[in-house]
């Protein structure tokens, strides 16, 4: 599967956190979590779905097998909609919205190199970095 397209009522990174794609124009007008709306360039978004999408407060938690889904990926590239399918049975907007902040990418990222290496995850499995958590996401888990 390749990357979703921007599309109008699409889910999007933005700054690492979660914006609805509201008009396509020469810059993108976007709806973050909480009602704000911003225009941006197409090169600051990450596309992870192409919706529809009516409102953010759709895009609910979501329970899976994301560990699973790792192990059975580990050695191989893959894409964000690949892991969503694996690890929660579909791909939609709510189920690409939780691969991306899935704890499992956290574990992956906080393993020394040769942990990984050891435990079958590749360097290429590592998280682009539009799907790294947080500042805010790294202290909470921390605490």
């Known amino acids: 599967m390749e990357q979703p397209r921007l599309r109008q009522d699409g889910l999007v ?10 008009r396509l124009a020469k810059k993108i007008e976007i709806e973050l979590e ?12 990450t596309p992870l779905h192409p919706g529809p999408v009516e409102s953010l407060q759709d895009v609910q938690p979501q329970a ?5 889904a790792w192990e059975l990926l580990a050695g191989r590239t893959t894409t964000l909609a ?3 399918e694996l690890a929660y049975g579909d791909y939609t907007p709510a189920t690409a919205w939780a ?3 899935s704890s499992a990418w956290s574990s992956m990222r906080s393993r020394p190199s040769s942990a990984r290496m050891a435990s079958g995850v590749s360097q290429r499995m590592r ?3 539009y799907m790294r958590p947080t500042r805010e996401q790294r202290s909470a888990s921390s605490m």
């Open 13 to 22: 990174l933005y700054k690492g956190k979660l914006a609805r794609v509201l």
């Open 34 to 45: 909480g009602g704000e709306t911003l225009s941006v360039r197409p090169k600051d978004v």
């Open 64 to 68: 899976g097998e994301v560990e699973t």
């Open 82 to 84: 690949e892991l969503a």
């Open 99 to 101: 691969a991306c902040q």
């Open 127 to 129: 998280r682009p970095w």
